[in-house]
């Protein structure tokens, strides 16, 4: 009877973040930004107002009209198309980028706090090593390898995000690892991977979304930046950092149209950045808002992401 | 103090020898095959050979990456692939638009986040603090490609007061011109830098004005503004001091785009064009330079640190 009753309040807990984060006018903006990008990205896949490689030599540099909103590039490309196709784009890898952080830095804090001794203290020596190096600079490494694609832009902000999520998470997994209840768990038998899915992750949750939500924010300016040094996405994928190199030459003579992309760009990277503040705010109950002098926000290291592309 | 200066400085030598250990495996066993890789689909197994042969690729893995490791330590960075030119000479060539790019960057950056940052702490709650706070969360999420492709529409083509791109060709033998070419890179990366360093200032701010010492200055008859700047700021200078070294790392990858965009002749567009030809042994040196410079500053800044803080010298 009782677990019955108790189930939709443990529901309504569950939950009860995402309103603390709808109540924060940064968490607002954020979940609604992330939402229409990634709305639009899913209308690209059906439907632009027009094909984005579709080349028109009639309709070079229009001005933004009714017939093509934000006018039209060089080639007569229309802009609002290769935007919502850039979008897609830019989900792909923001998701793809945080798939492989989350297991990569997940991975690297496992190893740095539940091994022995001797192999989590060399695992934080190797994590600090690793910081030192950029996403860029990974993703130039690989690309003089493999060339580049967008599957680099996955795999280095990957890679160097998830360095930056082990190097957060590890000292959190090592904080929860004291608890009593971890103590309780070990001793009633489960083994180290059992601990770690079950009462570990859950615990470092919070802790956790907030870097994913700022990794991905890294990501976007990622696959602008190197998509833009001719490393990310090839000329033929719609991308807003492939549309920023196209429209540099022209910019004294078409500045509007080089407008779009950027604005583009920089609206998602600030959508994830503020959902990432709001979502570290709605999770961590000892974070006070920083309205009391006295009691200003705990929380001085703020996140830098190292790519600023 | 001298026995943490040398563990940290042991923790140095271990990372560059593991950064430089990550660079070459990288480079030499993700190709599969690099004399393939550098010859091309159009070369001959015979000219594929000589690659080999010339490169040393036939020696085991270890061999030659000691050997790359002895130049290294000699100063010696190998030659191009492309051109058999000296690697380390070109670099120290292109440090020449690069460093100064980047302490200008610098100089930008902190010039306009410490006081920004301060005030938008002082301003806190009020219009002047949540303009400030909103500003420099938007630059922030600004391209830095888009940065400046906006600062030469307006100062360069509307404005005409900097020349678009380029460097003189003379470079420092023309100081002023060579200066001018790079002040609008400089404030393109100074200001996104900054952007983020600006929120740095401002939460270490706002957590000095909430320490005891600024509280018992101001009972003592300052204003809290006068607490902060007399006793608050050499504690958020710490925590800018300690940020720097993240900031490098951005300064970094910002000036890789920013030379680019500009076409400076920096180390920067070197990495991309060669990246683009695919000389192993100068990215594998670039690389190495970059990252070592990266740690390296981060010693620098953990030593400079605990040299500052009496705090933590008593600790230790």
């Given at each position: 009877?009782?677990?019955?009753?108790?189930r939709?309040?443990?529901?309504?807990?569950?939950w009860?973040?995402?309103?603390?984060?709808?109540?924060?006018?940064?968490?607002?903006?954020?979940?609604?930004?992330?939402?229409?990008?990634?709305?639009?990205?899913?209308v690209?896949?059906?439907?632009?107002?027009?094909?984005?490689?579709?080349i028109?030599?009639?309709a070079?540099?229009?001005?933004?009209?009714?017939?093509?909103?934000?006018?039209?590039?060089?080639?007569?490309?229309?802009?609002?198309?290769?935007?919502?196709?850039?979008?897609?784009?830019?989900?792909f890898?923001?998701?793809?980028s945080?798939?492989?952080?989350?297991v990569?830095g997940?991975?690297?804090?496992?190893?740095?706090?539940?091994?022995?001794?001797?192999?989590?203290?060399?695992?934080?020596?190797?994590?600090?090593?690793?910081?030192?190096f950029?996403?860029?600079?990974?993703?130039?490494?690989?690309?003089?390898?493999?060339?580049?694609?967008?599957?680099?832009v996955?795999?280095?902000?990957?890679?160097?995000?998830?360095?930056?999520?082990?190097?957060?998470?590890?000292?959190?997994?090592r904080?929860?690892l004291?608890?009593?209840?971890?103590?309780?768990?070990?001793?009633?038998?489960?083994?180290?991977?059992?601990?770690?899915?079950?009462?570990?992750?859950?615990?470092i949750?919070?802790?956790?979304?907030?870097?994913?939500?700022?990794?991905?924010?890294?990501?976007?300016l990622?696959?602008?930046?190197?998509?833009?040094?001719?490393?990310?996405?090839?000329?033929?994928?719609?991308?807003?950092?492939?549309?920023?190199?196209?429209?540099?030459?022209?910019?004294?003579?078409?500045?509007?149209?080089?407008?779009?992309?950027?604005?583009?760009?920089?609206?998602t990277?600030?959508?994830?950045?503020?959902?990432?503040?709001?979502?570290?705010?709605?999770?961590?109950?000892?974070?006070?808002?920083?309205?009391?002098?006295?009691?200003?926000?705990?929380?001085?290291?703020?996140?830098v992401?190292?790519?600023?592309s | 103090?001298?026995?943490y200066?040398?563990?940290r400085?042991?923790?140095l030598?271990?990372?560059l020898?593991?950064?430089?250990?990550l660079?070459?495996?990288?480079?030499?066993?993700?190709?599969?095959?690099?004399?393939?890789?550098?010859?091309?689909?159009?070369a001959?197994?015979?000219?594929?050979?000589?690659?080999?042969?010339?490169?040393?690729?036939?020696?085991?893995?270890?061999?030659?990456?000691?050997?790359?490791?002895?130049?290294?330590?000699?100063?010696?960075?190998?030659?191009?692939?492309?051109n058999?030119?000296?690697?380390?000479?070109e670099?120290?060539?292109?440090?020449?638009?690069?460093?100064?790019?980047?302490?200008?960057?610098?100089?930008?950056?902190?010039?306009f986040?410490?006081?920004?940052?301060?005030?938008?702490?002082?301003?806190r709650?009020?219009?002047?603090?949540?303009?400030?706070?909103?500003?420099?969360?938007?630059?922030?999420?600004?391209p830095?490609?888009?940065?400046?492709?906006?600062?030469?529409?307006?100062?360069?083509?509307?404005?005409?007061?900097?020349?678009t791109t380029?460097?003189?060709?003379?470079?420092?033998?023309?100081?002023?011109?060579?200066?001018?070419?790079?002040?609008?890179?400089?404030?393109?990366?100074?200001i996104?830098?900054?952007?983020?360093?600006?929120?740095?200032?401002?939460?270490a701010?706002?957590q000095?004005?909430?320490?005891?010492?600024?509280?018992?200055?101001?009972?003592?008859?300052?204003?809290?503004?006068?607490?902060?700047?007399?006793?608050?700021?050499?504690?958020v200078g710490?925590s800018?001091?300690t940020?720097?070294?993240?900031?490098?790392?951005?300064?970094?990858?910002?000036?890789v785009?920013?030379?680019?965009?500009?076409?400076?002749?920096?180390?920067?567009?070197?990495?991309?064009?060669?990246?683009?030809?695919?000389?192993?042994?100068?990215?594998q040196?670039?690389?190495?330079?970059l990252?070592?410079?990266i740690?390296?500053?981060?010693?620098?800044?953990?030593?400079?640190?605990r040299?500052?803080?009496?705090?933590?010298?008593?600790?230790?």
């Amino acid at each position: 009877m009782s677990e019955i009753a108790a189930r939709p309040v443990a529901a309504r807990a569950r939950w009860h973040w995402l309103r603390q984060l709808w109540r924060l006018p940064t968490g607002r903006f954020g979940l609604i930004t992330v939402a229409v990008v990634g709305l639009v990205a899913l209308v690209s896949v059906f439907w632009t107002p027009y094909d984005p490689i579709s080349i028109d030599v009639n309709a070079r540099w229009q001005l933004p009209s009714l017939a093509h909103l934000l006018g039209t590039d060089g080639t007569g490309r229309d802009i609002l198309s290769l935007i919502m196709g850039g979008a897609r784009t830019t989900v792909f890898v923001a998701i793809g980028s945080g798939i492989i952080a989350s297991v990569f830095g997940i991975v690297l804090a496992a190893l740095g706090s539940l091994t022995p001794r001797w192999a989590r203290e060399s695992m934080a020596v190797f994590i600090d090593i690793l910081i030192a190096f950029p996403v860029l600079l990974i993703a130039m490494m690989i690309s003089s390898v493999w060339g580049g694609s967008l599957w680099v832009v996955i795999w280095s902000v990957g890679i160097g995000f998830g360095v930056s999520i082990a190097r957060v998470t590890r000292p959190e997994l090592r904080r929860v690892l004291q608890s009593d209840f971890i103590v309780a768990a070990r001793s009633s038998g489960l083994s180290n991977t059992q601990v770690l899915w079950r009462h570990l992750l859950p615990n470092i949750a919070p802790v956790f979304i907030v870097q994913l939500s700022w990794s991905m924010a890294v990501a976007v300016l990622a696959e602008a930046g190197l998509s833009y040094l001719g490393y990310g996405a090839s000329p033929t994928e719609p991308s807003w950092g492939v549309l920023l190199a196209n429209l540099q030459a022209y910019i004294g003579i078409h500045p509007l149209a080089a407008v779009w992309p950027g604005l583009a760009i920089t609206i998602t990277v600030l959508g994830l950045n503020l959902l990432g503040d709001a979502l570290r705010e709605a999770t961590d109950p000892t974070l006070s808002r920083g309205r009391d002098p006295l009691h200003p926000p705990r929380a001085s290291i703020r996140h830098v992401p190292e790519v600023i592309s | 103090m001298i026995r943490y200066a040398l563990t940290r400085l042991t923790l140095l030598v271990v990372g560059l020898f593991v950064a430089s250990a990550l660079i070459f495996f990288t480079l030499r066993v993700l190709p599969g095959d690099v004399a393939q890789l550098i010859g091309g689909t159009q070369a001959s197994p015979a000219q594929v050979e000589a690659i080999r042969l010339k490169l040393g690729l036939n020696e085991p893995l270890l061999a030659q990456y000691a050997s790359w490791m002895g130049g290294v330590l000699r100063g010696d960075l190998g030659n191009s692939m492309l051109n058999n030119a000296s690697v380390s000479a070109e670099l120290l060539q292109k440090a020449q638009v690069t460093v100064p790019l980047g302490l200008m960057s610098l100089t930008v950056a902190l010039l306009f986040a410490i006081p920004l940052g301060v005030l938008s702490a002082m301003q806190r709650g009020r219009t002047g603090g949540t303009v400030i706070s909103f500003a420099s969360q938007t630059l922030a999420a600004v391209p830095v490609v888009w940065a400046g492709m906006m600062l030469i529409l307006v100062f360069a083509i509307w404005l005409g007061w900097f020349p678009t791109t380029g460097f003189p060709r003379q470079g420092w033998d023309d100081p002023w011109a060579a200066f001018r070419a790079l002040i609008l890179p400089a404030l393109t990366i100074g200001i996104i830098e900054g952007a983020m360093l600006l929120r740095f200032v401002r939460s270490a701010s706002l957590q000095a004005i909430g320490q005891d010492y600024v509280r018992t200055a101001a009972a003592k008859g300052l204003t809290r503004n006068q607490a902060l700047i007399r006793h608050g700021l050499p504690n958020v200078g710490l925590s800018i001091v300690t940020v720097l070294g993240l900031q490098i790392a951005g300064l970094i990858v910002g000036s890789v785009i920013i030379e680019q965009l500009f076409t400076l002749p920096g180390i920067g567009r070197m990495l991309v064009t060669d990246v683009g030809n695919r000389d192993l042994i100068k990215v594998q040196g670039e690389l190495l330079v970059l990252t070592g410079f990266i740690l390296v500053i981060g010693f620098l800044v953990d030593l400079f640190h605990r040299v500052i803080d009496p705090r933590q010298r008593e600790s230790a």
